[in-house]
């Protein structure tokens, strides 16, 4: 894993993979790395312009004008090739086409609107943890049993999705982040059930298999008034069902992993329970569930020195950003509830940050404090096993052990 | 949103005022029309302005206190410059007044919003409907129609072809755009140019209310959502902005913060040890929402709708402010 350091003005290369199975493994040597060799450097297997340290990729993250998003945020350029899928109306798209459903679901996902769901996701959670606790007992792998349960448990029904199949979401998701990748063994894998799992998703999102109140109506009601056209909404439901579920359990599965690897952040959450939201975030910030984007130069943008040509993609590390020691300080590394993460790019920033933010942050909390009211110390029963995704940090297992108060 | 002016409640100070934490500079101003000016806005620091959609319009807070809606009507591909077009109004003397008579290039003025009551719906066809500065939030949404290189055309009234703004430059559009002068033409046919009521097609109208009402009429027999207006609104604001200190009491904690001009809420709560998680901090992302139990507030974010606004209970202290001497958040 070697960077060449070019003399200067040159562009510093890079011959890693960043989908590399041992990069996606552990990609904190490779990103301190990239952020260590300069603002920009070219992945020449990819021929793509990397951004690693917080400055550019939030930039690049802002500048909708001059990185476009139409063009796929994946590796695929969607100007010479063709998607593997009809691009998302919120994720692949640019103003002025981005702008109705983004409006439309921001205000459907939006903190006001969630206010209604909050006491309903905190006894949820509480009943959650209960019954893992009576049916496990104080050892268990969180995976299944807490972070993948609990956003199956809540988000499904907040969108309106019927029970069955509900078994197909994480797969899809899995997938659908893969194919953000280069075509790699993660996106051969998934291949054989693309097509079955695509139908079921989009079977999902007609107006008559939703429920007659949650999200995916609220899209079709967004629909009735001329706000986003016909078309458009099921599309618009496929967002929820694609972004919404395999982030969230990651990002629940991350907190759990800092807290029980560190337990006087533990204890710190249980004495101060209202800093359920800023461990969520900082866990966000530590482990950036969502690891990479991809971004199209609209024409020769420059940045950090360098010029972008028109076309060429970049690949900003989220993950990368969020633990520049230039942004966050010398101690980046380390998860610390007395840090304020605002302002981490684990969402994004800008116009496509994550629309469904105020809803992970909520299932968050509910699950956090449920925990911190019954859980006086968590810690690691096992090792920990990771699950390997192009764009997601993930885990496979977390064996844990619970201490109930 | 274009609001008339109301009357002045303070007396116009002579040094800007520089209370806001979201404060954009007037880095130029033309004569559009007779009666009308442009303005173009950057941030001071040359930065980025927050993010806006067609339709959309900004909060100007101006050195003597008021504050005034104006519709956005510049080019969004170009992030760091708003454009707004400012008509001097006959019976007001505050806001406008000033705006012509007064603020000169390199004044700061305080910004709110973006927010957009008005955003454009994806549609076949639209017909876009101006009268006099109504015309103004038209502007980015031709140019959005253009881009998609959907069906439009635009009919614009005024009083008088010299007190029309942004003529020259919708006169590239060629056939699509009629103006229409009333002193040379008399009223706008409404009727003429909507033809009849079309599933597929979005109206559009900005202008003063008899206009919207000739319009409501002309359309009654459109087909629901497909018609959309915004108007000039005479709308009290209630107490003006304020450019001194003021208190922001956490109940929670119980601990009282003087926040000076100049610092958001949330700068001077983080300094007194309170976290708040915040994430954007220009008001769009809807991270740091903090409940308001008492005072009012100044809401200077791009997220609540005017009912919402109107609720006051809640605010997004990395913009927003307070107009009472104390606020007293849930924090």
């Not at chain 1, 904190?28 to 793509?48: I, K, N, S, T």
């Not at chain 1, 230039?326 to 509830?337: E, K, Q, S």
């Not at chain 2, 007396?11 to 500079?25: K, L, M």
Request: aromatic share 6%; net charge negative; charged share 25%.
């Amino acid at each position: 894993m070697t960077l060449t350091a070019e003399p200067a003005h040159d562009l510093p290369t890079s011959d890693v993979d960043p989908f590399c199975p041992e990069v996606l493994e552990d990609p904190l040597p490779f990103h301190a790395a990239l952020r260590e060799a300069g603002p920009v450097v070219h992945l020449r297997r990819y021929d793509v312009f990397a951004f690693a340290r917080y400055e550019q990729v939030r930039a690049a993250l802002v500048d909708w004008q001059g990185f476009q998003s139409a063009a796929g945020v994946g590796l695929s350029n969607f100007r010479h090739e063709k998607p593997w899928r009809p691009p998302s109306l919120l994720l692949e798209a640019d103003p002025p086409r981005h702008d109705a459903p983004r409006r439309v679901l921001q205000k459907i996902l939006g903190p006001r609107a969630l206010r209604k769901l909050h006491e309903a996701w905190l006894a949820d959670a509480d009943r959650l943890v209960d019954e893992v606790l009576d049916a496990q007992g104080p050892e268990f792998d969180a995976v299944p049993h807490l972070t993948e349960a609990f956003p199956l448990r809540v988000f499904p029904d907040a969108v309106g999705i019927p029970q069955e199949g509900r078994e197909h979401l994480l797969p899809y998701g899995d997938h659908a982040f893969n194919a953000f990748g280069p075509a790699n063994e993660l996106v051969e894998k998934g291949a054989p059930r693309v097509g079955e799992l695509s139908a079921w998703v989009a079977a999902q999102c007609a107006r008559e298999v939703l429920a007659p109140e949650g999200f995916g109506a609220d899209i079709w009601a967004a629909s009735d008034r001329g706000d986003i056209t016909p078309e458009q909404a099921p599309l618009v439901v496929r967002s929820l069902l694609t972004a919404g579920v395999d982030t969230t359990v990651h990002g629940l599965s991350a907190v759990l992993c800092a807290f029980a690897t560190h337990p006087e952040q533990w204890r710190r959450l249980r004495e101060e329970p209202g800093l359920a939201r800023v461990a969520f975030d900082e866990a966000v910030r530590w482990e950036s569930p969502v690891q990479t984007f991809f971004r199209t130069a609209t024409r020769d943008v420059p940045i950090g020195g360098h010029v972008i040509p028109d076309g060429h993609k970049i690949l900003m590390f989220l993950g990368a950003a969020n633990r520049d020691p230039a942004r966050w300080g010398p101690d980046a590394d380390a998860f610390d509830l007395a840090r304020d993460p605002s302002g981490h790019v684990g969402f994004g920033m800008g116009i496509h940050q994550c629309v469904g933010q105020h809803v992970a942050r909520l299932e968050a909390e509910a699950l956090l404090t449920a925990l911190a009211r019954r859980v006086e110390t968590i810690e690691l029963a096992g090792p920990p096993r990771r699950h390997l995704n192009n764009t997601l940090r993930a885990w496979e297992a977390l064996p844990v052990r619970l201490r109930p108060a | 949103m274009i609001t008339a002016d109301r009357p002045p409640v303070a007396p116009e100070p002579t040094v800007p005022s520089t209370a806001v934490a979201a404060t954009v500079r007037v880095a130029a101003k033309r004569v559009e029309a007779d009666g009308v000016v442009s303005l173009e806005l950057e941030a001071p620091d040359g930065a980025r302005l927050p993010d806006w959609t067609p339709g959309a319009h900004v909060d100007l807070v101006l050195p003597d206190g008021t504050t005034r809606q104006y519709s956005l009507c510049g080019d969004r591909w170009d992030a760091h410059r708003y454009r707004v077009g400012v008509l001097r109004e006959p019976a007001g003397r505050g806001g406008s007044a000033y705006v012509h008579d007064r603020l000169a290039v390199g004044d700061a003025v305080g910004l709110g919003g973006p927010r957009n009551n008005f955003p454009l719906v994806p549609a076949a066809r639209y017909l876009f409907v101006g009268g006099g500065i109504g015309i103004t939030p038209l502007l980015p949404m031709i140019r959005q129609a253009a881009l998609l290189g959907v069906d439009w055309e635009l009919l614009y009234g005024g009083r008088t072809r010299a007190s029309m703004a942004f003529v020259g430059e919708l006169a590239e559009h060629g056939e699509r755009v009629r103006i229409v002068p009333q002193d040379e033409h008399g009223l706008l046919d409404l009727r003429g140019f909507l033809g009849d009521p079309d599933p597929g097609t979005r109206v559009y109208a900005c202008g003063p209310a008899p206009m919207l009402a000739a319009l409501a009429a002309a359309t009654a027999a459109w087909p629901a959502h497909t018609v959309r207006t915004e108007r000039f609104v005479a709308r009290e604001l209630g107490t003006p902005a304020r450019d001194t200190a003021f208190e922001v009491e956490l109940a929670r904690s119980g601990r009282t913060v003087t926040v000076p001009p100049g610092r958001s809420v949330l700068a001077a709560i983080a300094e007194a040890g309170v976290e708040v998680l915040s994430s954007c901090r220009q008001g769009t992302c809807g991270t740091c929402e903090t409940g308001v139990l008492a005072g009012e507030p100044d809401h200077r974010d791009s997220i609540l709708d005017d009912d919402e606004r109107a609720a006051g209970d809640c605010l997004f202290p990395c913009v927003s402010r307070a107009r009472s001497d104390r606020l007293v958040l849930d924090l």
